[in-house]
């Protein structure tokens, strides 16, 4: 879900501690079908694992247009969960997805398949930038 989304959920002004990420996550997993994990934008992913709080970083990238960007990978995210691939692999291969999909305008002209996804890991960084008071 989004990060919009948990903290209206919470009524926090913003999500801006690892201690109110924690309890967004804890709360949330109580109302989900599974685990809950929560987009964070150019910051992101977050989610528990084993009850400790897991930020995965987002890419870098030359952002053009955000539209769609969750959508993307939710999209994703999905995909990986059909296949039944590990969680660290679907975030990875979600994030990337839509890093991929923001440095061109439009939603739908800008999806990358998912060859052009596979060959694209190795051309990305992470951003490893730390926003998150702990």
């Not at 949330?28 to 964070?40: M, P, Q, S, W």
């Not at 969680?87 to 890093?99: V, Y």
Request: with cysteine.
């Amino acid at each position: 879900m989004s990060e919009h989304f948990a903290r209206d959920y919470m009524s926090y002004r913003s999500l801006s501690t690892e201690a109110e990420i924690k309890a967004a996550l804890i709360e949330l997993n109580k109302i989900c079908r599974g685990e809950a994990f929560i987009t964070l934008g150019e910051k992101g992913c977050t989610f528990l694992k084993s009850g400790m709080l897991q930020i995965v970083p987002s890419w870098l990238c030359n952002a053009v247009d955000t539209t769609g960007a969750g959508d993307v990978f939710h999209g994703a995210f999905t995909y990986g969960v059909h296949y039944s691939w590990h969680i660290d692999n679907i975030i990875l291969f979600a994030s990337l997805t839509a890093a991929i999909s923001i440095e061109k305008k439009g939603v739908r002209e800008s999806m990358p398949d998912l060859a052009v996804v596979h060959h694209s890991l190795n051309s990305y960084e992470r951003n490893l930038t730390q926003y998150f008071e702990e």
